[in-house]
Structure formats: structure tokens, C-alpha cells
């Protein structure tokens, strides 16, 4: 019942929404004492929290025996209102706590390697720190960076390298305006298919609609500007699609039903929780594959 009443409440929600950049020195080692490599992981929503340590989750097969050192963030992984964190502020969260832990080592230690990591939600984190990173406005310059691993990114762009068999649509949250800029070359992401968090359909428009409202659900003033480009966004290809007609066709109680029975198959199939044994090519799975990724970039 939960399921249909989130499910109702998106398509409501739908209807109605109708300093200085900083570049690179060039490559530098590590200095004595510093790691060669230090990455920072963002688990996903529940795999950690205000009142536990921090915990690998997903991540654990990525991170383990990866060289240099190797930091967890904490943050509130919560999604629901009713968890106390609304996903906005628990995303914010997680992005400024790993963006402290990049600017505390780049200051520290100016020759060791970056890498960024991230599952789920803390994809969703990770992936909108890489992109402040590599619009030449980040904490360190874009050159630090040596490697991003994203997992079932809810903000996967059709553009993003995928690894692995490639998942249709882009994710739930709408793909980043300006996507990774200078670090583009460095990022890789892995959606597994079937995963809806990171690969909703384009012209699925009630979860377009669901995925903006939580992605907006903590609102930035200053950001005002990119939310009007990313709903700018779906409502264009809604008209592309037929419009109001279109989204109301979504909206029939009959549709309602048919998503809802959809999401409740895909939290029964597993499919997010699947990357320890989804297999990606070459024998590896999405967790080896992103091991190998961040330990080659060392």
C-alpha cells in the first residue's frame, strides 16, 4: 500500500510541476608519508548512518586491497520523509562530507592520487562531486583525479561510459547539466539492466517527474538555475511526446496500478542489489570490474 501511495503521490506531483576555475599543473608523485592513491567511498541509502560507523556495503568488493588509503563517508542514507532526512538533504550530506575528506588530502597531500567511489545514493554523491571537480571548480584541481566508480547511478547520462551490457534510458534524478567536464575520461559507471534507480525510460515521465522532486527535495537557492534546466528538460520531451495528453495517460489509475505492480517486481527481483555477481564482460563482475578500474589508476 506504501508502494501505490509513493507511486500516486509522484504522479500528483508530476502534474502539477509542468573560487575560479582552477586547472591542473601537470603530473605530480606522492610526497613521502602521503598515500599514493586516496579514495573516498560513498556508500548507498541504509548501508550507513548518523549512528554507525562507517560501513562498506556494496562497496566493500571495490575498495578491499586497493593501494594507498581508502575513507568511508557517513551520512544519513535515508530516501523517505518519514526516515527524518528527505533524500535532498541526505544526498547534500553525503556530497559535502566527501568533498571535505578531497580537500583535507589535496591540501595534505598535494602528489597523492584521488579516486571517487560511490553506490546508489552515494553514486548519486560521488557522481555530483566528480562533476564539481571536473568543471574546474572544485576542491582540487581536475588533474588530482585519477578515477571515478559509480554504481547504479540514479543521475546517469546517456552519455556516461557505461561498463558492462548498456542500460536504456538515463537515471531516475536526470543526468547532470554539464556532465564530468574535464575528468569525463576518468569516469566509468555500471548500470545493471533491469535497475530502475539508473535506468528509467525517457519517456517515462511520472519517474522523470518523481526522480527531480527528490532530487530538489533539500532546494539550494543557488541552484535555481539548474533545477529550471533539468525540469526545462523532461518538459520538452513530454511535448515531444504529445503533452498534456500524454502525462494524463501516465496518470490513470490504470497506469498507477501497472507502475506499481512494476516497482514492487523490481524490489523482488533484486536487480540494485545484484553488481556482486552481475557479470559485465571479460569474467569480471561490476564490483571486480570497478576494483580493477580504481587499482590500474593508481
Not at 198 to 216: K, M, N, P, V, Y
Amino acid at each position: 500500500m506504501r508502494l501505490k501511495r509513493i507511486v500516486a503521490a509522484a504522479g500528483a506531483a508530476a502534474s502539477v510541476l509542468m573560487s575560479g576555475i582552477v586547472l591542473g599543473s601537470g603530473p605530480v608523485t606522492a610526497d613521502p608519508g602521503c598515500p599514493v592513491m586516496y579514495t573516498v567511498a560513498i556508500p548507498g541509502t541504509w548501508e550507513t548512518g548518523h549512528d554507525k560507523t562507517p560501513q562498506p556495503g556494496m562497496l566493500s568488493g571495490v575498495t578491499n586491497g586497493l593501494p594507498g588509503d581508502v575513507d568511508y563517508v557517513t551520512y544519513a542514507a535515508t530516501a523517505f520523509p518519514w526516515e527524518g532526512d528527505v533524500y535532498g538533504a541526505s544526498k547534500k550530506e553525503a556530497t559535502d562530507n566527501a568533498r571535505g575528506l578531497v580537500q583535507a588530502m589535496g591540501a595534505r597531500c598535494p602528489g597523492t592520487k584521488i579516486s571517487i567511489a560511490g553506490y546508489s545514493q552515494g553514486a548519486d554523491a560521488a557522481g555530483d562531486l566528480a562533476s564539481e571537480i571536473g568543471s574546474g571548480l572544485g576542491v582540487v584541481p581536475p588533474d588530482r583525479i585519477a578515477a571515478v566508480a559509480l554504481i547504479s547511478d540514479p543521475r546517469r547520462s546517456v552519455t556516461d561510459a557505461q561498463v558492462g551490457p548498456i542500460a536504456p534510458g538515463a537515471g531516475a534524478g536526470g543526468a547532470r547539466v554539464g556532465g564530468f567536464g574535464f575528468i569525463s575520461d576518468r569516469v566509468r559507471t555500471v548500470c545493471a539492466l533491469g535497475d530502475l534507480y539508473c535506468s528509467t525510460e525517457q519517456d517515462d515521465f511520472i519517474s522523470r517527474f518523481a526522480g527531480f522532486l527528490a532530487q530538489t527535495s533539500d532546494p539550494n537557492p543557488a541552484n535555481i538555475w539548474r533545477y529550471q534546466l533539468e525540469v526545462g528538460s523532461i518538459i520538452n520531451d513530454l511535448m515531444a511526446q504529445g503533452g498534456i495528453p500524454t502525462l494524463q495517460a501516465q496518470l490513470s489509475e490504470g497506469a498507477n496500478e501497472d507502475r506499481a505492480a512494476q516497482f514492487e517486481q523490481f524490489f523482488k527481483t533484486g536487480k540494485h542489489t545484484s553488481y556482486g555477481f552481475y557479470q559485465v564482460g571479460g569474467g569480471q563482475t561490476a564490483i571486480t570490474w570497478m576494483h580493477n578500474w580504481l587499482a590500474n589508476a593508481a
